[in-house]
Nanobody, 120 residues
């Protein structure tokens, strides 16, 4: 199982980016998918999470600006980031709780991280 994150880049304050996280491999099902981030000198934090049925939650600092969504058929999670601020600068990691084919329990996988830099 692999998670491939993409969509990061350099953006000015107030700008937008959309991150994508694609799961591939021997997958029977995916439960929660989410995005974490780790800024310079900071601990990794949960940014947003979405359940298989679409229930979402966000860290307070991104509420109203970020939107997480998913396409279950394509095994992709998205993070639409609007009104970006300097403090959103971080490496963003996607995660997914995956049920591998032949397994009876979910395992959490992590993507490789994608850099988001907000700078003028």
């Amino acid at each position: 199982v692999q998670l491939q994150a993409s969509g990061g880049g350099l953006v000015q304050p107030g700008g937008s980016l959309r991150l994508s996280c694609t799961a591939s491999g021997s997958i029977s099902g995916i439960n929660n998918m989410g995005w974490y981030r780790q800024g310079p000198g900071k601990e990794r934090e949960l940014v947003a999470r979405i359940s298989r049925r679409g229930t979402t939650n966000y860290t307070d600092s991104v509420k109203g600006r970020f939107t997480i969504s998913r396409d279950n058929a394509k095994k992709i999670a998205y993070l639409q980031m609007n009104s970006l601020k300097f403090e959103d600068t971080a490496v963003y990691y996607c995660t997914a709780d995956v049920l591998r084919r032949g397994s009876i329990r979910y395992t959490t996988y992590w993507g490789q991280g994608t850099q988001v830099t907000v700078s003028s």
